[in-house]
């Protein structure tokens, strides 16, 4: 694989090879370009050299490259969960390719978006799973619909009829739909994305690189002296006596604000910005904020700052910035993915590649506490609110609670008392046949999740929709009943008086279930035959 890539990266020579952006690039990124109506000449190359270009470019790339990327999928017991037996899990969160971790290639690929409008990726595989991801250079590839001739030699399928054209050093070689990652920008077909640089915001960007170039030849040709001093007369030879004492005593910060007698009548005058020095200023101030505009980038995240920018509107502009900027591009990466790396039986089972925006939205530490505070009033477990942060599991910090005296949530919208009370009424005031009541309705529910969270697996493993060892299945989902089991038993022996040992009931309760999973074990090896008689 490695040769494939030296020959994709090899058709450059010279500063265009090391990706360094000097005037010799031109010749390769003017394609599509031009001369903007100022008389710049705008093209990827010249755009990255305006700052404010630069600017969006590199922060849309760089946001959307240390988002977490991750392989998900469906849990056995609810929600999803990371996929990471996966082997794509490990190429999108840590490395694509042994030549790049995962943050340097979604920021190249990113950036290439943004300058070109696509980017390409070429998919080696394995003969059972995709091995590396390798991008491709934007200028070598040029996608086209397949002709009869490429149908029968690359033997594509009836819906895939887009090919890439491949530019190397061994000639053109053409690659089906399904070997090219392509993530899409705008543009008129949804095939091929169109450069938002050359093709919609040229003359923009011309106007600004126009003017970066006006401030830096007047900073180079013109004199900007802070004040002038005016004489009634003239100084005759004295003139370069003056200017030298005056550099002696007045020049330099140690001489700052030192006091200055004139005499003669000589009297010094303070020069101010021009009408046309402001002008020029507002009007470069005006074209960031459109370059701003043109990519949905808040001035604010490249510098540019309002007179009345506070921390509470920068807050609400970074929230901005991701909805109406980076939301969008984390669709089109979200959906190529999963539709050129996933098959169609893993889409169908339900992974998923997955950005996580939470990184980037985290509040401070004041707002963040009471977030969690109320997080864990409503369910969510200790641990869990202790792992966001980056801190270890404590024991018993795996239980849910909610705000009714901090009960379990396994046990919310019971009142265990009152229907310990009801079941006592019922018996007569036995109480020792108003728990055994109790305990049985509560197996009774345990026993219906077991069978709809079993029966679930069973049909996936049937189907070949599953790519979990059965009996890894088993050993978690047993384990968690049996905590159900444990955590609720408690909470209703608690309401009775009763010198049974909770310890031995509980462990009575836990054998059935042991019973069962033992038969399922059992009925794995007959594909599941009979497998709903265990639950009449």
């Not at 970066?212 to 900073?219: E, I, L, P």
């Not at 309002?306 to 939301?327: A, M, P, R, V």
């Not at 009801?422 to 077991?450: F, Q, Y």
């Not at 978690?476 to 609720?488: H, Q, S, V, W």
Request: charge should be neutral.
């Amino acid at each position: 694989m490695i040769g494939f890539l030296g020959k994709i990266f090899s058709k450059r020579s010279g500063p265009v090879a090391t990706g360094s952006l000097t005037d010799s690039d031109d010749f390769w990124f003017t394609v599509g370009g031009g001369s903007s109506s100022s008389g710049a000449l705008v093209s990827k190359a010249s755009a990255m050299r305006q700052w404010a270009v630069y600017a969006c470019i590199t922060e849309i790339s760089q946001v959307l490259a240390q988002l977490p990327l991750k392989l998900k999928r469906p849990a056995s017991s609810g929600g999803t969960e990371n996929a990471e037996d996966h082997p794509l899990y490990d190429l999108a969160k840590y490395q694509p390719n042994p030549q790049m971790t995962s943050f340097n290639w979604r920021e190249a690929q990113q950036a290439n978006i943004l300058a070109t409008g696509n980017n390409y990726n070429f998919i080696e595989r394995t003969r059972f799973a995709v091995k590396h991801i390798w991008p491709i250079d934007t200028t070598t590839v040029s996608p086209r619909k397949a002709s009869r001739k490429d149908i029968n030699d690359l033997r594509l399928s009836r819906g895939d009829r887009i090919v890439y054209d491949v530019l190397t050093v061994d000639g053109l070689k053409t690659y089906p739909s399904k070997d090219i990652l392509h993530i899409v920008g705008f543009g008129w077909n949804g095939l091929i994305g169109e450069s938002t640089i050359t093709n919609f915001a040229k003359e923009s960007i011309g106007n600004a690189i126009i003017l970066d170039q006006f401030q830096g030849k007047a900073m180079k040709n013109g004199y900007f002296p802070s004040g002038v001093f005016e004489h009634p007369s003239t100084l005759g030879d004295n003139k370069e006596a003056f200017i030298e004492a005056l550099d002696r005593r007045f020049a330099g910060p140690e001489n700052a604000r030192r006091p200055m007698i004139l005499e003669n009548g000589m009297e010094f005058k303070v020069t101010n910005v021009s009408v046309a020095d402001k002008q020029l200023i507002e009007q470069m101030k005006m074209s960031a904020n459109q370059i701003c505009g043109i990519f949905k980038v808040p001035p604010h995240r490249i510098g540019v700052y309002e007179t009345n920018t506070n921390y509470n509107n920068t807050e609400q502009g970074n929230k901005s910035f991701l909805d109406g900027c980076i939301q969008q591009w984390v669709v089109r990466w979200e959906q190529a993915m999963n539709w050129k790396l996933l098959t169609v039986e893993e889409r169908r089972a339900g992974y998923e590649f997955k950005f996580n925006f939470d990184a980037l939205l985290r509040p401070d530490s004041k707002t963040r506490s009471e977030i969690q505070w109320r997080e864990w009033q409503t369910g969510v477990p200790l641990n869990e609110i202790r792992k966001m942060n980056d801190q270890n599991p404590i024991e018993g910090g795996d239980v849910s609670f909610i705000p009714v005296n901090m009960i379990p949530a396994s046990m919310a919208g019971m009142n265990i008392q009152a229907q310990a009370d009801a079941a006592k009424k019922k018996a007569d005031t036995d109480e020792g046949e108003a728990k055994d009541k109790l305990l049985d309705d509560d197996i009774d529910s345990l026993k219906r999740l077991e069978k709809k969270a079993i029966m679930r697996e069973v049909e996936r493993q049937k189907e070949g929709r599953s790519d979990r060892d059965f009996s890894a299945f088993l050993d978690e989902f047993y384990g968690k009943l049996f905590e159900k089991i444990d955590t609720r038993t408690r909470l209703i022996l608690r309401c009775f008086n009763t010198d049974e040992s909770t310890a031995a009931i509980i462990d009575g309760l836990k054998a059935d279930f042991t019973a069962s999973k033992e038969l399922i074990a059992e009925l794995r090896e007959r594909n599941f035959e009979g497998i709903e008689g265990i639950w009449p």
